[in-house]
């Protein structure tokens, strides 16, 4: 272990919650363009959620290397403060097994975006950890790992263990520094979600960085229920000490914006995310490591941008680690705070809180927006002594199927005010008012992301032994063919386990983010198919998942009984596959479909690809060049695989998109080609045709 890059980071790539986490021990989602980290689904762009996580260290009576007395002393994970108060010194991801190796028509579609994996250990239960290690000018060492799962009941949420210990090393040498006790310490951060990074385009007005995140909490009789079992028969329990926010209001839309509906288009909701963390377990003492049912010491909300700076961590800037102190302690600084459930405080019950019609902004004025708080201690640490803390950080919230038929309801009654339904509620009841209706249905989330921190908390009761999955297929291989796509793959190396049943391959139209349909379920020995279901012009994307009888999750104990499967992510193509028509006869047959293109019925023509030209039965090697009416060239294409398919998404040489006109293709020959089977010539080099389009925007 050693010195290891402040701007080092290391993503989880698989499951349905994906995310990177950063050397320096916490994240600050802003990468420049926009905020990025913690995609949930996954399957979908801009998912992103996570804005910031603000991390202090504060104790009292300390003697830092220098010999100075400080009475109060303070410390803030960030960037900046790297190679000063804060040392990354590792950062590392193992997997439990190698990711399989997928292929599309020979490309492997995985080696661009595929994970950083330090190493494999198949003996951790996680199927990946991320390690990290930072020491600190106070001579506390923090120990992160991260743990992932991607079995199917557990794929939404990390499990977070945080061990502080004195090491007294405060540098990024082996060199020991101090050798005193940390006395009174207090650990704590404040954490601010944008809930959904799609949703803040449909909002606006600063909830990119979370301007207008409500923060909820649960647990606060938590000490009555440590010792109660949560099952599959309650799956959903109010006691769980955890703090979660989704997007509010904001003033500036004359619309209810709950759920981020998108009005421009047809109403979808793009913002049911609801996303915080749970407090698993946090050690009584260095020397008694029962649950403390009492910590967190302060949970509930703090204003986003509104929290004391510790400066240079200069002795002028003590005033300021007395204040830092106090906030982890549990007095809100500058009283922009609490630990009540902020969104019942101010919006109440019944359907008050249903319409949800306050910005939260508007309560404390931070247009930062509102972190979850969560702090602990204050803790005696002794030399070479340590502290652990555990948290879930978690999303859920309606799935995208609902999402669109919620959102498509709301939006028929937005655009039609004589519509008053009736409209049907989640509890089975009806209402006449669409606000209610879409809100009911996106404030389901809150019984969602308890259900998901309920998993969590089993899992990690249950020593992280969750049932597990086969493992995926070691190579998974797409290739498209003339009159179907061809799918193959090599065994799962749990083929031979007693439990193992089989594997499902599943197919996506148009576009790799969207609903996927089972088209294939095999025996263990089944090691390809044949789809010839595929059709002519279509885009197809493809996942394979191996699956067992469910013998090895019977209990209910940890998550739902049943068969399990592996990870969609581990094998999903996001190059498509499509039929490549064999080429042309001769050039009097190519045709350029659809003529006219129609972006009203784009929809119809190629589902989820809007621009989509395709040319038809051309030669297997030629060049298309694409002109306006009066003779600008547009594109050039060169065609070289052989089919007589090619196809144009309508984007120019300049990247632009081309407007509504009449346009020419030139198709030339660029190779003498002859019948494979008879050797009649069919097209000489030079050869060319051409065709007429229309394209109406």
């Known amino acids: 272990m050693g010195q290891v890059s402040e701007t080092s980071k290391r993503y989880v790539k698989v499951g349905t919650l994906q995310s990177y986490f950063s050397a320096w021990g916490s994240e600050r989602a802003w990468n420049n363009i926009y905020y990025e980290g913690l995609r949930w689904p996954a399957d979908y762009p801009y998912q992103d959620n996570s804005v910031i996580k603000r991390s202090w260290i504060a104790l009292k009576d300390f003697e830092d290397e220098n010999g100075y007395h400080w009475d109060h002393y303070g410390l803030y994970f960030a960037l900046d403060y790297t190679g000063q108060s804060i040392f990354p010194m590792e950062l590392k991801q193992s997997a439990k097994f190698l990711s399989p190796t997928v292929y599309v028509d020979g490309i492997d579609v995985h080696a661009v975006s595929a994970d950083i994996i330090d190493e494999i250990n198949p003996d951790q239960k996680a199927d990946r950890i991320i390690t990290n290690i930072v020491n600190t000018s106070i001579g506390l060492t923090m120990t992160r790992k991260i743990y992932a799962f991607t079995q199917q009941y557990h794929d939404n949420y990390f499990i977070k263990e945080f061990t502080f210990t004195n090491t007294g090393n405060t540098d990024w040498d082996d060199e020991i520094e101090l050798s005193a006790a940390l006395n009174d310490v207090m650990i704590g951060w404040g954490t601010r979600y944008s809930c959904g990074r799609e949703g803040t385009f449909n909002i606006g007005d600063g909830q990119s960085w979370g301007k207008h995140t409500w923060v909820t909490k649960r647990g606060e009789n938590y000490s009555d229920h440590i010792n109660d079992i949560i099952n599959e028969d309650i799956p959903i329990v109010e006691w769980l000490r955890c703090g ?11 619309f209810n914006n709950i759920g981020a509906p ?82 019942e405080s101010i919006m109440g019950s019944g359907d008050n809180y249903l319409m949800h019609g306050t910005d939260p902004f508007t309560i404390h ?4 927006g509102t972190n979850v708080m969560m702090t602990y201690g204050p803790f005696d640490i002794g030399p070479d002594e340590s502290i652990t803390i555990v948290e879930a950080e978690g999303i859920n919230g309606l799935s995208r199927e609902k999402c669109e038929e919620i959102g498509r309801r709301w939006k028929m009654a937005y655009d039609n005010s004589n519509d008053t339904g009736p409209f049907t509620l989640p509890n089975g009841g009806q209402t006449t008012n669409k606000n209610i209706y879409k809100n009911s249905w996106v404030f389901t989330g809150k019984d969602s992301i308890l259900q998901t921190f309920g998993r969590a908390k089993r899992n990690y009761d249950n020593g992280m032994a969750i049932p597990q999955p086969p493992l995926p297929p070691i190579i998974f291989n797409v290739t498209s063919g003339g009159d179907r796509i061809y799918l193959s793959w090599e065994p799962s190396p749990s083929e031979s386990d007693p439990d193992f049943a089989g594997y499902k391959i599943f197919r996506a139209l148009g576009k790799v983010d969207t609903t996927y349909d089972e088209i294939f379920s095999g025996w263990p020995n089944d090691h390809s198919f044949q789809d010839i279901t595929a059709v002519r012009g279509f885009s197809y994307y493809y996942y394979i998942v191996a699956f067992n009888n469910g013998s090895n999750n019977t209990t209910g104990q940890a998550n739902p009984s049943g068969p399990l ?8 193509t996001t190059f498509p596959a499509y039929l490549r028509r064999k080429a042309g ?16 019925a784009a929809d119809l023509q190629y589902p989820g690809e809007r621009n989509k030209i395709m040319f038809l039965n051309i030669p297997p090697q030629c060049r298309i060049k694409i002109f ?22 309508s984007i120019s040489s300049t990247r632009q998109l081309v407007t509504s006109g009449l346009y020419i293709a030139n198709i030339e020959v ?28």
């Open 565 to 572: 499967m592996s990870n969609r992510f581990y094998t999903r």
């Open 628 to 649: 306006t009416e009066r003779g600008d060239l547009v594109k050039s294409i060169d065609h070289k695989d052989g089919s007589g398919d090619e196809t144009w998404n």
């Open 585 to 600: 006869d001769a050039l009097s047959d190519i045709r350029v479909v659809p003529n006219p293109y129609h972006l009203s």
């Open 262 to 343: 998108d009005i421009n288009a047809d109403g979808r909701l793009t913002s049911p995310h609801h996303v915080g963390s749970v407090v698993l377990h946090v050690d009584n003492s260095t020397t008694d490591t029962s649950d403390d049912p009492n910590q967190p010491a302060f949970f509930g909300w703090h204003a986003g941008d509104t929290y004391p700076r510790v400066g240079n961590l200069e002795p002028s800037d003590e005033l300021n680690m007395v204040k830092l102190y106090d906030m982890l302690s549990g007095i809100p600084y500058e009283g922009l705070g609490g630990s009540d459930r902020l969104d």
């Open 365 to 368: 004025n931070d247009a930062g």
């Open 670 to 697: 660029t190779e003498d080609y002859s019948d494979p089977e008879t050797g009649a010539s069919r097209f000489k080099k030079g050869d060319s045709a051409i065709r007429k389009f229309l394209v109406i925007r």
């Open 244 to 254: 979660f926010s989704w997007a509010g209001q904001t003033t500036i839309n004359s």
